[in-house]
Nanobody, 117 residues
Framework: QVQLVESGGGLVQAGGSLRRSCVAS????????MGWYRQAPGKQRDLVAS???????TYAGSVQGRFTISRDNAKNTVYLQMSSLKPEDTAVYYC???????????WGQGTRVTVSS
Protein backbone atom coordinates (compact mmCIF):
# COMPACT_ATOMS: atom_id res chain seq x y z
CA GLN A 1 0.00 0.00 0.00
CA VAL A 2 1.52 3.25 -1.15
CA GLN A 3 1.55 6.12 1.30
CA LEU A 4 2.88 9.62 0.70
CA VAL A 5 2.88 11.77 3.82
CA GLU A 6 3.40 15.43 3.12
CA SER A 7 4.41 18.32 5.33
CA GLY A 8 5.21 21.98 4.91
CA GLY A 9 3.27 24.56 2.96
CA GLY A 10 1.00 27.31 4.22
CA LEU A 11 0.72 31.04 3.74
CA VAL A 12 3.58 33.20 2.51
CA GLN A 13 4.01 36.65 1.03
CA ALA A 14 5.07 37.12 -2.58
CA GLY A 15 8.82 36.76 -2.89
CA GLY A 16 9.01 34.41 0.05
CA SER A 17 10.03 30.76 0.29
CA LEU A 18 8.53 27.49 1.47
CA ARG A 19 9.81 23.95 1.70
CA ARG A 20 7.68 20.88 1.23
CA SER A 21 8.62 17.35 2.32
CA CYS A 22 7.08 14.01 1.42
CA VAL A 23 7.91 10.71 3.09
CA ALA A 24 7.05 7.66 0.99
CA SER A 25 6.31 4.10 1.99
CA UNK A 26 5.02 1.03 0.18
CA UNK A 27 7.35 1.58 -2.79
CA UNK A 28 11.01 0.88 -3.54
CA UNK A 29 11.77 4.54 -3.19
CA UNK A 30 15.32 4.49 -4.56
CA UNK A 31 14.02 3.03 -7.83
CA UNK A 32 10.99 5.29 -8.19
CA UNK A 33 10.58 8.60 -9.95
CA MET A 34 8.95 11.19 -7.72
CA GLY A 35 7.42 14.58 -8.25
CA TRP A 36 5.14 17.35 -7.14
CA TYR A 37 2.05 18.56 -8.91
CA ARG A 38 -0.37 21.33 -8.10
CA GLN A 39 -3.95 22.13 -8.79
CA ALA A 40 -5.48 25.57 -8.55
CA PRO A 41 -9.27 26.08 -8.39
CA GLY A 42 -10.84 25.55 -11.78
CA LYS A 43 -7.57 24.46 -13.40
CA GLN A 44 -6.13 21.12 -14.40
CA ARG A 45 -3.35 19.36 -12.56
CA ASP A 46 0.10 20.64 -13.39
CA LEU A 47 3.25 18.61 -12.76
CA VAL A 48 5.67 21.29 -11.58
CA ALA A 49 8.76 19.21 -10.80
CA SER A 50 9.98 15.64 -11.04
CA UNK A 51 13.12 13.74 -10.13
CA UNK A 52 14.11 10.38 -11.53
CA UNK A 53 15.52 7.52 -9.52
CA UNK A 54 18.90 8.60 -10.82
CA UNK A 55 18.45 12.18 -9.69
CA UNK A 56 17.65 13.82 -13.02
CA UNK A 57 15.25 16.72 -12.55
CA THR A 58 12.58 18.30 -14.73
CA TYR A 59 10.61 21.49 -14.12
CA ALA A 60 7.61 23.18 -15.60
CA GLY A 61 8.53 26.41 -17.33
CA SER A 62 6.45 28.41 -14.88
CA VAL A 63 8.66 27.39 -11.95
CA GLN A 64 12.03 26.91 -13.65
CA GLY A 65 14.74 28.68 -11.71
CA ARG A 66 12.52 29.22 -8.66
CA PHE A 67 11.68 25.69 -7.47
CA THR A 68 14.14 22.92 -6.65
CA ILE A 69 13.24 19.27 -6.21
CA SER A 70 15.57 16.89 -4.40
CA ARG A 71 15.47 13.49 -2.79
CA ASP A 72 17.09 11.60 0.09
CA ASN A 73 16.86 7.90 -0.61
CA ALA A 74 18.11 7.03 2.88
CA LYS A 75 15.04 8.77 4.32
CA ASN A 76 12.55 7.83 1.56
CA THR A 77 11.89 11.54 1.28
CA VAL A 78 11.43 13.96 -1.60
CA TYR A 79 11.60 17.72 -1.11
CA LEU A 80 10.36 20.78 -2.96
CA GLN A 81 12.07 24.05 -2.19
CA MET A 82 9.95 26.93 -3.49
CA SER A 83 11.53 30.36 -3.72
CA SER A 84 10.55 33.73 -5.19
CA LEU A 85 6.95 32.70 -4.81
CA LYS A 86 4.28 34.49 -6.79
CA PRO A 87 0.53 34.79 -6.22
CA GLU A 88 -0.01 32.58 -9.27
CA ASP A 89 1.78 29.76 -7.41
CA THR A 90 -1.24 29.56 -5.10
CA ALA A 91 -2.64 26.03 -5.33
CA VAL A 92 -2.94 22.73 -3.52
CA TYR A 93 0.35 20.88 -3.90
CA TYR A 94 0.59 17.10 -3.97
CA CYS A 95 3.50 14.69 -3.78
CA UNK A 96 3.31 11.99 -6.44
CA UNK A 97 4.91 8.97 -8.03
CA UNK A 98 6.03 9.65 -11.60
CA UNK A 99 5.69 6.72 -13.99
CA UNK A 100 6.72 8.45 -17.18
CA UNK A 101 6.45 11.71 -19.11
CA UNK A 102 3.41 13.52 -17.70
CA UNK A 103 2.17 10.28 -16.13
CA UNK A 104 1.90 10.52 -12.40
CA UNK A 105 -0.30 9.65 -9.45
CA UNK A 106 -0.60 11.14 -6.01
CA TRP A 107 -1.51 9.27 -2.85
CA GLY A 108 -0.95 12.19 -0.50
CA GLN A 109 -3.52 14.48 1.06
CA GLY A 110 -2.17 17.63 -0.55
CA THR A 111 -1.43 20.89 1.18
CA ARG A 112 -2.58 24.34 0.21
CA VAL A 113 0.07 26.94 -0.53
CA THR A 114 -1.24 30.50 -0.56
CA VAL A 115 0.95 33.33 -1.81
CA SER A 116 -0.33 36.77 -0.92
CA SER A 117 0.56 39.84 -2.96
Amino acid sequence: QVQLVESGGGLVQAGGSLRRSCVASGIIFSRTGMGWYRQAPGKQRDLVASISSGGDTTYAGSVQGRFTISRDNAKNTVYLQMSSLKPEDTAVYYCCVVFGPNTFRGWGQGTRVTVSS
